[in-house]
C-alpha cells in the first residue's frame, strides 16, 4: 500500500493510521463507501463483491477510529451485521486515548424495521443506540428499548454529540447517505473505488433526490494497493 498524495511513500500501519487521524476536539461525520470503476456499490445485491484487502484494512481502520457507527437498518439487514467488534490492539489503543473499547453502534430505522432480535443488537458490547421517527409503532419502540436507547431522528447527530459520540462514522447505505447530505451533515468522504466493471444495475452511493446546493469537498488523500484506489474528501476548513 503506498501513499501517492499529499506525498508519495508505501505505508505501514503506523502510517496509515496517521493519514486517517482527525481532530477528536472537532465533531465530525465520515461516510465510508466502497464503489466500482463504473459507480456500482454492490455485487450480487451486497458490497462484499467490491471489497479488496486494502479495503478492509481501512474499514477497520476507520471503525477502530469512531466513537459512534452509523448505519440505516436496511444495510445493516442487507450486510448482515453482527456486534460490533475490535481486536485486542485496537482497543487497548482506545482505551489509552481515554475512549471506550468498542464504539457504540447507532442504527437508523424510522419504520424500526430491524427486529430487537438482531445479533447487531442484542450481542453488541455496548448498548447500542437506534434513530427513529417520532411516529414509529408504539409497541416497535417499546420492544427495541429493551435491547437499546431509542432517540428521534430530527437532528440526531447534535443528539449523538451530547452523549460524548463526536467521531461518528457512517456505512450507508445509500439513502441515509442523501438525507445527510441534505441537512449539510457530511463532513468528509472516505471512498474505496474497486477496479471492476459492474454494469447498469447497481445503485450509486447516494439515493434520493438531487441536492439543491452542491458542495465541493477537498481531496485529501489518495492511497494506492494493487490497483484499488482509497480516497479521503473533506470539508475545506477540516483538511490537515
Not at 442484542?122 to 408504539?138: F, L
Request: aromatic share 4%; glycine share 8%; net charge negative.
Amino acid at each position: 500500500m503506498r501513499a501517492l498524495l499529499p506525498f508519495s511513500a508505501e505505508l505501514d500501519d503506523t502510517a496509515l493510521e496517521k493519514l486517517y487521524a482527525t481532530d477528536r476536539s472537532v465533531p465530525r461525520l465520515r461516510m465510508n463507501f466502497v464503489a466500482s470503476v463504473d459507480g456500482g456499490v454492490s455485487v450480487d445485491g451486497v458490497s462484499a463483491g467490491l471489497q479488496s484487502p486494502a479495503d478492509n484494512r481501512v474499514f477497520k481502520l476507520l471503525r477502530g477510529w469512531c466513537d459512534g457507527l452509523v448505519v440505516a437498518a436496511g444495510t445493516a439487514l442487507a450486510e448482515d451485521y453482527g456486534p460490533v467488534t475490535l481486536d485486542a490492539g485496537r482497543r487497548a489503543r482506545r482505551e489509552a486515548l481515554g475512549l471506550a473499547p468498542v464504539p457504540t453502534l447507532v442504527v437508523v430505522s424510522g419504520s424500526l424495521s430491524i427486529p430487537p432480535t438482531h445479533a447487531s443488537l442484542v450481542k453488541a458490547p455496548v448498548r447500542p443506540i437506534v434513530v427513529t421517527s417520532p411516529d414509529a409503532p408504539a409497541d416497535k419502540r417499546r420492544a427495541i428499548e429493551a435491547v437499546a436507547d431509542v432517540i428521534d431522528d430530527a437532528d440526531f447527530t447534535a443528539a449523538l454529540h451530547e452523549r460524548g459520540l463526536s467521531q461518528l462514522l457512517c456505512e450507508g447505505g445509500p439513502r441515509l447517505f442523501a438525507s445527510l447530505t441534505a441537512a449539510d451533515g457530511v463532513d468528509e468522504i472516505c471512498l474505496t473505488i474497486s477496479p471492476q466493471l459492474t454494469g447498469g444495475g447497481p445503485g450509486r452511493i447516494s439515493a434520493g433526490p438531487p441536492s439543491p446546493d452542491p458542495r465541493s469537498l477537498a481531496l485529501a488523500h489518495v492511497v494506492e494497493d494493487a490497483g484499488v484506489l482509497l480516497l479521503r474528501y473533506c470539508r475545506p476548513s477540516l483538511l490537515h
